[in-house]
């Protein structure tokens, strides 16, 4: 079954850029999406189709992607950032679709 | 608002099932997408799979294809999940999700339900 690998956990400083990856085989034929979770609450969508960003969330959050890995960055983190977030895609026949083991960041 | 709401936390016996529901609210549910998605304390989201607005088409995870059936009443704006035969490894929050426009970007989320399978 297609597998999306993450980062257990990525660390930065207030103010800081964090980036956070995510490989799949699939990814250069197919979007990347990314979701914040917070502890003991819902996801939210924080970027879509690898770099748009839904209305409400910060310009601080930006995507891309290139080959078999998409990139989530989050310049000047900030303490409230403090999340998992999960990348999330399909395999190449478009149907299956799976999420990322999650990547806990931590700003302080 | 677009909102939705899921049914209440349930606790079940292996082996029986259980059938958890997501009413929406302030957009066309039946030109939406709506997917479940399932998570065990501590560890990473798991997909189940969706269903399509418009057809109806359903499309699951292997790992539950046997064993999940996903469906919804456009009447009511309702979508349901249930999962058979449950064992002490469904343990998980679920949550329902859904995509207004059909674009994959599932950006509005249910609040969760605990579903406890315990003996």
């Known amino acids: 079954s297609y597998e999306l690998t993450q980062p257990p956990s990525v660390s930065v400083s207030p103010g800081q850029t964090a980036r956070i990856t995510c490989s799949g085989d699939a990814l250069p034929k197919k979007y990347a999406y990314w979701y914040q979770q917070k502890s003991g609450q819902a996801p939210v969508l924080v970027i879509y189709e690898d770099s748009k960003r839904p209305s409400g969330i910060p310009e601080r959050f930006s995507g891309s992607s290139s080959g078999t890995m998409a990139t989530l960055s989050i310049s000047g983190a900030q303490v409230e950032d403090e999340a998992d977030y999960f990348c999330y895609s399909t395999d190449s026949s478009g149907t299956h679709w799976v999420f990322g083991g999650g990547t806990k960041l931590t700003v302080l | 608002q677009m909102q939705l709401v899921q049914s209440g936390p349930e606790v079940k016996k292996p082996g029986t099932s259980v059938k958890v529901s997501c009413k929406a609210s302030?957009?066309?549910?039946?030109?939406?997408?709506i997917q479940w998605v399932r998570q065990a304390r501590g560890q990473r989201l798991e997909w189940i799979g969706w269903?399509?607005?418009?057809?109806?088409?359903?499309y699951y995870a292997q790992n539950f294809q046997e064993r999940v059936t996903i469906n919804w009443d456009v009447s009511t704006s309702t979508a349901y999940m249930e999962v058979f035969s449950l064992r002490s490894e469904d343990t998980a929050v679920y949550y329902c999700?859904?995509?207004?426009?059909?674009?994959?970007?599932?950006?509005?989320w249910g609040q969760g339900t605990l579903v406890t399978v315990s003996s």
């Open positions: 302030g957009f066309t549910f039946s030109s939406s997408a």
């Open positions: 269903i399509v607005g418009g057809s109806g088409d359903t």
């Open positions: 999700a859904a995509d207004p426009y059909i674009t994959y970007a599932f950006d509005i």
